[in-house]
């Protein structure tokens, strides 16, 4: 089809809310469309280049609309990757710290400058997927994507999440006093990890006991493990934290992997080759194999081998793997029930997912700073819990509670623990001046600043 026959499929978002920025080739019209019209029609706010007014100064244009943008939807393709157009739209995004998503629409050799430039964006190949039902599933479990809270949306949420008078209260207090405001409610501390999680507790608990038993074990194979959880819950850290604490100083090194940044098996060989040097020196690495999903499980029978049999696939042949603990981590599924319902998926069998489903001996499912519910009884708990870290290592007591509340009542972090940790270290660099942050564009990557400042005054 000619790029000049394509249609407009609908108008691009204007207005003062939220939205999302798309950059791609215009050769790539009849790609792009299709994807962002089922975003158009998930109710999430679009603004791409079409519709601008002919008078209209177009660098300016594009400039201000990056500007105001919360997230930069980047369309990848080898007529992209040729485009000075996306390349300068790329480098003033990176300028402004809006997050970009990068998806594949073809297999794209990218020139070195802007590979680099990609390099630590989140990455998700189109072509790979069956159709594009099966791409949506991944996309929209995707961290900015993946809430129906997401300030993208044209139907906003309510100002503040749903309160619990009696939980409110316990979390107000246990930021000022502490484990001694919880005394009546159960929890789960080891090293730094404290959880009230219920599910979090089991999950924890259980692998405490494998990974006990696995110490004090004379077996040569690795334990598997997963861990299940949005974006900064406590996956990598709690088992982390109950590792340093039943290992010791058996625990040489801590070592980890993104899955969706192996390019090749010769990737993947020279990860375990650094495992198993961490083993030869006699203790136990702790493994975690990130984002295991990616790709519909593009790496998965790769990890097979070291899983199942305790050898990694080399240059020269396959390699004693030796005692470690390989734990494989996933926001894509936020509980371990999710992840098995791939059982029947075609893609999952090709890749033997089977095969790794039955080698997990534990699972933990872990839940972030962000609502996994309406009826979520605990979430002002867990940011009570990280606001006092956050209070105790900035060293600033003399927080006001108007701010405490507001951080507490937000209905949504854009990247769960991530974006509450920045939101703070932002209010601390502005010296608890509200009026600053309606110009901090970083403020507004991660939480709606709108909303924030409505709950500074109301509260105030």
């Not at 044209?154 to 502490?178: H, L, P, W």
């Not at 997990?360 to 972030?368: D, L, R």
Request: aromatic share 12%; charged share 20%.
């Amino acid at each position: 089809m000619n790029v000049a026959e394509i249609q407009i499929p609908f108008s691009p978002y204007e207005g003062d809310k939220h939205y999302i920025f798309i950059s791609y080739a215009h050769k790539n019209d009849d790609k792009v469309f299709p994807l962002i019209s089922r975003l158009n029609e998930l109710k999430y706010r679009i603004w791409y280049d079409k519709g601008i007014n002919p008078g209209a100064e177009w660098p300016e244009v594009i400039a201000q609309h990056i500007k105001n943008a919360l997230l930069v939807i980047l369309f990848m393709s080898p007529e992209a990757a040729e485009s000075d157009n996306v390349k300068r739209e790329v480098t003033f995004s990176q300028k402004f710290s809006i997050p970009i998503i990068t998806i594949f629409l073809k297999e794209t050799k990218l020139p070195s400058g802007l590979d680099l430039q990609l390099s630590l964006t989140q990455n998700l190949y189109y072509y790979e997927y069956q159709n594009i039902d099966a791409f949506f599933k991944q996309l929209l479990s995707s961290g900015p994507l993946k809430s129906s809270a997401t300030p993208f949306a044209v139907n906003d949420t309510d100002a503040i999440v749903t309160v619990d008078t009696s939980m409110f209260d316990v979390a107000m207090q246990y930021i000022k006093r502490g484990k001694d405001a919880i005394k009546d409610i159960p929890y789960y501390e080891r090293g730094a990890l404290l959880s009230i999680e219920p599910d979090e507790i089991s999950g924890f608990s259980s692998i405490e006991k494998l990974l006990s038993m696995y110490y004090t074990g004379d077996t040569k194979q690795p334990l598997t493990l997963a861990a299940f959880g949005s974006y900064g819950s406590s996956r990598s850290f709690g088992i982390q934290q109950i590792a340093r604490h039943i290992f010791d100083k058996a625990l040489t090194q801590t070592l980890s992997a993104t899955a969706s940044f192996f390019s090749n098996e010769k990737d993947i060989s020279q990860f375990f080759f650094s495992v198993r040097n961490c083993a030869l020196r006699g203790g136990i690495p702790l493994v975690f194999i990130d984002d295991f999903c990616a790709g519909q499980f593009r790496w998965l029978k790769h990890f097979l081998a070291p899983v199942n049999e305790g050898v990694f696939k080399g240059e020269t042949g396959f390699h004693p793997l030796g005692r470690c603990v390989l734990v494989f981590a996933t926001t894509q599924y936020t509980t371990f029930k999710d992840f098995l319902k791939n059982k029947k998926d075609a893609g999952f069998l090709n890749a033997k997912g089977d095969e790794l489903i039955c080698s997990i001996k534990g699972a933990v499912n872990t839940s972030g700073c962000n609502p996994v519910s309406n009826k979520d009884k605990t979430v002002l708990i867990r940011r009570a819990i990280l606001l006092r870290g956050f209070i105790e290592r900035s060293r600033h007591n003399a927080v006001s509670e108007s701010l405490l509340r507001a951080m507490l009542l937000i209905p949504f972090y854009e990247y769960d623990f991530r974006s509450m940790q920045e939101v703070f270290s932002i209010i601390v660099e502005s010296e608890f001046d509200i009026n600053r942050l309606s110009d901090n564009y970083q403020f507004a990557v991660h939480v709606d600043t709108d909303a924030f400042q409505n709950l500074l005054l109301r509260e105030g």
